[in-house]
């Protein structure tokens, strides 16, 4: 439980919103797996590949579906840090904290 306290201190938010947004990631990684399981399960192999042979074959590609000359090294994914909360919502996480109400 220290850990989890030190953990949404350096977050900047309150232990509860760190410990419900733990429960909710976990639930939503299960349901997601369950998911995928089952799409798995009525996929269809043969079909797939036939879909597959037949994409592009009459579609060439046209100006501007050329992909970057770097696009390996190009991301657009946030850094963790900036998927963090809100400044607004970080103050207030930290009013309740320091009067006393986690």
């Known amino acids: ?16 919103q760190l410990i419900n947004v733990a429960v909710a990631e976990k639930i939503s990684t ?7 399981k089952e ?8 079909e797939t ?12 590609p046209v100006e501007g579906d050329e992909l970057a000359p770097d696009w390996k090294r190009q991301t657009n ?11 607004e919502t970080k103050k207030r996480s930290r009013k309740k904290r ?3 109400h986690i």
């Open 30 to 36: 299960l349901r997601t797996e369950q998911y995928f």
């Open 1 to 16: 439980m220290e850990e989890a306290r030190k953990l949404a201190e350096s977050e900047g938010v309150a232990l509860n």
């Open 98 to 100: 320091n009067s006393g």
């Open 39 to 46: 799409r798995a399960s009525r996929a269809n192999r043969a």
């Open 77 to 87: 994914v946030p850094s963790r840090k900036a998927a963090r909360l809100p400044a």
């Open 49 to 60: 590949l036939r879909i597959l042979a037949r994409a592009g074959q009459e579609n060439p």
